[in-house]
């Protein structure tokens, strides 16, 4: 099966020092299997941080003061604007890990899942009811076995 051609940009930034973070090229590649077959071109920004920005960031845009694993911010784009824009992720680095910790996941894995569960967010995909968690927790389960990571769930 051939698959569709895919532009995808995606700027990866750091607020936090790098070490024992997945390189943007990793973030990159998460997130294109998540669009794959899905679109066919968009810009999306990723953004990994601390707890202090993730929690400022979640009171601000969600009204919780705690910081949270991923934050997906779907672009509003005027009537009339047509452009690739996807949105914005943000991931909170420690939040990640600890959650990694806590479940016994590989750190890379939960990485991958989240910037595909993100990605699927940024998408119009959500999880409001069981139906469409079920059907977006089947998704990324088949998008996490193409990248060789287990079950998330």
């Known amino acids: 099966m051939s698959r569709k051609p895919l532009d995808l940009d995606v700027g990866v930034s750091y607020g936090l020092p790098r070490k024992g973070l997945p390189a943007a090229v990793s973030f990159r590649r998460w997130a294109e299997a998540a669009a794959r077959d899905r679109i066919r071109r968009g810009d999306l920004a990723i953004r990994v941080v601390d707890a202090k920005e993730g ?12 910081a949270t694993n991923v934050l997906s911010f779907p672009v509003d784009l005027p009537e009339g604007v047509n452009l690739p824009l996807l949105g914005d992720l943000v ?15 590989d750190l890379a894995a939960h990485y991958a899942h989240l910037t595909v569960h993100g990605v699927l967010h940024l998408l119009g995909l959500d999880h409001d009811d069981e139906r469409e968690a079920e059907a977006m927790e089947l998704l990324e389960r088949e998008i996490l076995a193409g990248l060789g990571f287990p079950d998330p769930y």
């Open 55 to 66: 929690r400022a960031l979640n009171r601000h845009y969600r009204g919780k003061d705690y």
């Open 91 to 105: 991931i909170c680095a420690p939040v990640v890990a600890r959650e990694a910790r806590e479940q016994g996941k």
